[in-house]
């Protein structure tokens, strides 16, 4: 006998922590999968008669993977989910929402693919981009004014800024702009955009959600049947999507989400704590560091405060990636949101908004041994 999904009055009832664990799945018969399998076929055998809606047709259209990831993701957000090849997919999908000449609203300081995508696509005269600090609520709120679509982002990368997201969400409404939100660094277990009013949502699931450095993709999440249909067709004109693979692993990596949240955060505040007032370091930007400008918002409106620490070297870029260099157990690289500790120099690459200080290293905290990582690092600033 088919056990029904849990009504919805139940799935409401349960804690993100369990969702995590139990989204997605498939409603269990005799000697089904526990786990969704990764189904790898190009297209599907047609029904008899006219293609009923739900087909999934061909491979491009949709695939089952995609979709226990999408239905996981969705219910994690509070909305519909589209899984995509990767977060700037994502980033282009929302983009794409701007009608021709319109107005797009973004960080100043954005994830640096998003902030290349949107002016590559203002040098064309496709639109016009209008750069805002995002805690600056009364600019956000002015620059809304006439806009299509704000792309936000809170917290920031790599600077950590938080934008006021309901009292933002309110304002797009009353200005007619849809309000699309990266939630990368926050997971739907710190921060829930769709919950507060944002139309959109989108996430680089390369990182957090995937969570073990060996996958890109993205996720994208819509709080209406119309725009989710849009971003599906926008996925599947532009060949857009992942591989059945790529979403298994995604899949994989969110039912210990929680976990890995939990761990990597309370790692970060600690080691945050540890730096700030280190005689190397000039500033230390982590939100839950009672001094830091983003703390107070991101308390009320974020369930945790993320696992990105930002660290401002004294001596500048050569110290800084000196820094990079002499640490062991934190591998030097670009990236985050991985179970292993990363770090990086951002300034190290051109593309990255000259707003960043020279020598900020933007620290993803692991899930290692808080000591361990410590040890390490001052280690490095000792160097
Ligand atoms: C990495 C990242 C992206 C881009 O995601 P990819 O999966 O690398 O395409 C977008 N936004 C943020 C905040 C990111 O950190």
Redesign the pocket.
């Known amino acids: 006998m088919d056990q029904p999904r849990p009504d919805l009055e139940t799935e409401h009832s349960l804690a993100p922590a369990t969702r995590a664990v139990t989204a997605g799945r498939e409603p269990a018969g005799p000697d089904s999968p526990v786990t969704t399998p990764v189904v790898l076929t190009s297209t599907y055998t047609a029904s008899d008669g006219a293609a009923a809606p739900g087909d999934r047709g061909y491979g491009r259209w949709d695939n089952p993977t995609w979709a226990a990831l999408e239905s996981a993701m969705g219910e994690l957000e509070g909305g519909r989910g589209v899984a995509f090849a990767?977060?700037?997919a994502c980033?282009a999908a929302v983009l794409s929402l701007v009608p021709v000449g319109g107005v797009v609203v973004v960080p100043r300081a954005p994830?640096s693919?998003?902030a290349q995508l949107a002016a590559e696509l203002a040098a064309a005269g496709r639109l016009a981009v209008r750069e805002v600090p995002i805690a600056d609520t009364d600019a956000v709120v002015a620059a809304l004014d006439g806009a299509d679509v704000a792309m936000l982002?809170t917290p920031t990368?790599p600077l950590l800024e938080v934008a006021d997201l309901p009292a933002i969400a309110a304002a797009a409404r009353a200005a007619g702009t849809l309000l699309a939100v990266?939630n990368?660094?926050a997971t739907p277990l710190l921060q829930r955009p769709l919950a507060v009013g944002a139309d959109l949502v989108g996430h680089?699931a390369?990182?957090y959600l995937g969570g073990h450095s060996d996958v890109?993709l993205?996720v994208a999440g819509a709080a209406d049947e119309a725009l989710e249909a849009r971003l599906r067709s926008h996925r599947t004109l532009h060949g857009a999507i992942p591989g059945p693979w790529e979403a298994w692993l995604v899949l994989r990596g969110l039912r210990t989400l929680h976990l890995r949240v939990e761990r990597a955060g309370a790692n970060a505040a600690e080691l945050a704590r540890r730096l700030a007032g280190h005689p190397a370091v000039e500033r230390v930007r982590h939100p839950a560091l009672p001094e830091d400008p983003g703390h107070e918002r991101a308390a009320a409106q974020m369930s945790g405060f993320g696992a990105i620490v930002g660290v401002e070297v004294r001596g500048g870029p050569d110290a800084a990636e000196r820094v990079c260099s002499a640490a062991r157990l934190w591998v030097h690289a670009t990236?985050?949101g991985g179970v292993e500790s990363t770090l990086a120099r951002r300034r190290r690459w051109a593309t990255e908004a000259p707003t960043i200080p020279e020598g900020l290293i933007r620290l993803s905290v692991g899930i290692e041994h808080i000591d361990d990582l410590a040890d390490d690092l001052l280690g490095a600033l000792r160097q």
Do not use: C, W
């Open positions: 990767s977060g700037m980033v994830y693919g998003t982002e990368n990266d990368t660094f680089s390369t990182k890109l993205g990236s985050l």
